[in-house]
């Protein structure tokens, strides 16, 4: 099945810089790479995604990017600020497997002001 | 409009008791998916349904781990036999489209301790 590496697990900048999280999968055939945020205690949401026919789509201060011969994806926040401060997961999904989305293990972000 | 909720939102478990967590997808929404998610770790898929059809339980880790939506709206996972290591925080999520692909919604989730 689908298996999707997430790096790093932890992540600490300063207020102001850029953070980048990346993650890798296995299936060549997934098509949908969806990015969420779980701050603690609250239930994940949808920040980003990008589907397989397009290499980078942007939203004010996140983007992603995707290398579909490399089978890695990234998410980059620009200018951090302490309210980004939370867990990121990365995801991968591939139709014919089923239904599923497979998520990474996670990287907690920890913005300091 | 009202988001995915779920309840309890926390429940305490004897091991060997059998629970039973619910939960209220969005209103229309045709998918509906169940996750596990442990300490630190991503969500695991354990099964969806698209409406009352249940299409994918291949993420249930045993036979003691049951779902139901037999109206095509709420949805109960039930667990018979608890052991401590079903002690995890249980997601739902839901979406209007069909399958993966698009934003799931996800309820606030059951932090299920089985002691």
């Known amino acids: 099945g689908e298996n999707v590496e997430q790096h790093p697990s932890t992540l600490s900048v300063q207020e102001g810089d850029s953070a980048v999280i990346k993650c890798t999968y296995s299936?060549?055939?997934?098509?949908?790479f969806p990015w969420y945020k779980q701050e603690l205690g609250k239930r994940p949401q949808l920040i980003i995604d990008?589907?397989?026919?397009?290499g980078e789509k942007k939203d004010q201060r996140i983007a992603v990017t995707l290398n579909k011969t490399a089978k890695h994806f990234s998410l980059h926040i620009t200018e951090t600020q302490p309210e980004d401060s939370a867990v990121y997961f990365c995801?991968?999904?591939?139709?014919?497997?089923?239904?599923?989305?497979?998520f990474g293990g996670g990287t907690r972000l920890m913005v300091k002001p | 409009g009202a988001g995915v909720s779920q309840s309890p939102r926390y429940k305490v478990a004897k091991r060997g008791q059998d629970v039973a967590l619910r939960c209220d997808p969005i209103?229309?929404?045709?998918?509906l998916f169940w996750y596990q998610q442990a300490l630190g770790q991503g969500p695991e898929f354990l099964t969806y349904f698209q409406n009352e059809a249940q299409l994918d339980k291949s993420g249930l880790p045993s036979d003691r781990f049951f779902a139901e939506r037999p109206e095509g709206s709420v949805s109960t996972l039930k667990i018979q036999r608890t052991q401590q290591e079903d002690s995890a925080v249980y997601l739902c999520a839901s979406s209007p489209r069909i399958a993966g692909v698009g934003e799931q919604y996800f309820g606030p989730g059951t932090r299920l301790t089985v002691t």
């Open positions: 209103s229309g929404h045709v998918s």
């Open positions: 299936d060549s055939a997934s098509n949908y």
């Open positions: 990008i589907r397989s026919n397009v």
């Open positions: 995801a991968a999904y591939f139709g014919d497997a089923g239904n599923m989305l497979t």
